[in-house]
T-cell receptor, first 113, second 113 residues
Framework: EDQVTQSPEALRLQEGESSSLNCSYT??????LFWYRQDPGKGPEFLFT???AGEEKEKERLKATLTKKESFLHITAPKPEDSATYLC??????????????FGPGTRLSVLP | DSGVTQTPKHLITATGQRVTLRCSPR?????VYWYQQSLDQGLQFLIQ???????AKGNILERFSAQQFPDLHSELNLSSLELGDSALYFC????????????FGNGTRLTVT
């Protein structure tokens, strides 16, 4: 069964204090790993797609990396507006009757001024 | 703006009633997913359609049903509503089933009183 876990469950940082969020996965036939940001009461917002081990993507203060078993979301010099829940998801090979997009439980990030 | 439109934004109804939630996917997207998110909980996968065909079912109750129409919009029907059905219901769409991210709408907040 495809599974995604994320750690830590919650993270409090001071503004400017860099850190990393972890996403570990087991999936048969990885088609992509995705990072999302979700603000309270809103739909998840797509950030990055990673397709193969060694791949990296960057956007402003965020950088996502991928290995064969996990992905990291590095946050450099975060600001209070980076506070949100960050979700990781894996897409498996589509097989009829089987969910092929599996989300992790998320990491709740708070950045204090 | 993700391009995915969900209506209505808010819905308040009584136990035992039936409601219909509507989703218009991004232009050109063939796949539609429905998720339920209860307060401070993760995303629970309900059901997925691809080009009008049901592809996968998750933890969807028998009281819930969905369909995707020829114009690719989708509807989620919830009947015999219970207090525990109160949640945010998200629709997401993707271009195809493989190698493409999901793009989420901003959800319908359902309150059952």
């Amino acid at each position: 069964e495809d599974q995604v876990t994320q750690s830590p469950e919650a993270l409090r940082l001071q503004e400017g204090e860099s850190s990393s969020l972890n996403c570990s996965y087991t999936v048969s036939g990885l088609r992509g790993l995705f990072w999302y940001r979700q603000d309270p009461g809103k739909g998840p917002e797509f950030l990055f797609t990673l397709y193969s081990a060694g791949e990296e993507k960057e956007k402003e203060r965020l950088k996502a990396t991928l290995t064969k078993k996990e992905s990291f979301l590095h946050i450099t010099a975060p600001k209070p507006e980076d506070s949100a829940t960050y979700l990781c998801a894996v897409q498996a090979e589509p097989v009829k009757r089987r969910q092929n997009f599996v989300f992790g439980p998320g990491t709740r990030l708070s950045v204090l001024p | 703006d993700s391009g995915v439109t969900q209506t209505p934004k808010h819905l308040i109804t009584a136990t035992g009633q039936r409601v219909t939630l509507r989703c218009s996917p991004r232009s050109g997207d063939l796949s539609v997913y429905w998720y339920q998110q209860s307060l401070d909980q993760g995303l629970q996968f309900l059901i997925q359609y691809y080009n009008g065909e049901e592809r996968a079912k998750g933890n969807i109750l028998e009281r819930f049903s969905a369909q995707q129409f020829p114009d690719l919009h989708s509807e989620l029907n919830l009947s015999s509503l219970e207090l525990g059905d109160s949640a945010l219901y998200f629709c997401a769409s993707s271009l195809v089933e493989n190698n493409s991210p999901l793009h989420f709408g901003n959800g319908t907040r359902l309150t059952v009183t």
